[in-house]
C-alpha cells in the first residue's frame, strides 16, 4: 500500500516563500503523474500544478510564474516551490499521486493527509 506523507506547510507573510514536499513511500510501483491540490472551507479542491515523469508540467492560472513544481522519480517525490505568495494561496494543500504497479493491473490514485499553508498579509 503507497503512502504519501507531505511537509513544509506552515505560516509565511504576503510576499514570502515556502517548499513543499510529498514522498511515496511503498514498492513494487511507479508514479506517473504527481500533483498539489489545495481547498479552502466551502469550496472545490482545485489543481494547483501537476507533472509527469518525464516533466511536463501544468500549473493553475492564479500560480503561474510563482509556484513551480518538480519531481525526484528515483525517490518518487514530488516538490512545490511556493514564491511571491499571497493571502489568497491560504489553504489546506493536498498532494496526489497517480501510479501504476508493477505486478497488478490497472492505475491508482492516492492522497496525503493535507499541510495547511497559511499566508498572512
Known amino acids: 500500500q503507497v503512502q504519501l506523507v507531505e511537509s513544509g506547510g506552515g505560516l509565511v507573510q504576503a510576499g514570502g516563500s515556502l517548499r513543499l514536499s510529498c514522498a511515496a513511500s511503498?514498492?513494487?510501483?511507479?508514479?506517473?503523474?504527481m500533483a498539489w491540490y489545495r481547498q479552502v472551507p466551502g469550496k472545490q479542491r482545485e489543481l494547483v500544478a501537476d507533472?509527469?515523469?518525464?516533466?511536463?508540467?501544468n500549473y493553475a492560472d492564479s500560480v503561474k510564474g510563482r509556484f513551480t513544481i518538480s519531481i525526484d522519480n528515483a525517490k518518487n517525490t514530488v516538490y512545490l516551490q511556493m514564491n511571491s505568495l499571497k493571502p489568497e494561496d491560504t489553504a489546506v494543500y493536498y498532494c496526489n499521486a497517480h501510479l501504476e504497479y508493477y505486478h497488478r493491473l490497472g492505475s491508482y490514485d492516492y492522497w496525503g493527509q493535507g499541510t495547511q499553508v497559511t499566508v498572512s498579509s
Open positions: 511503498g514498492s513494487d510501483f511507479r508514479a506517473n503523474t
Open positions: 507533472i509527469t515523469r518525464s516533466g511536463s508540467t
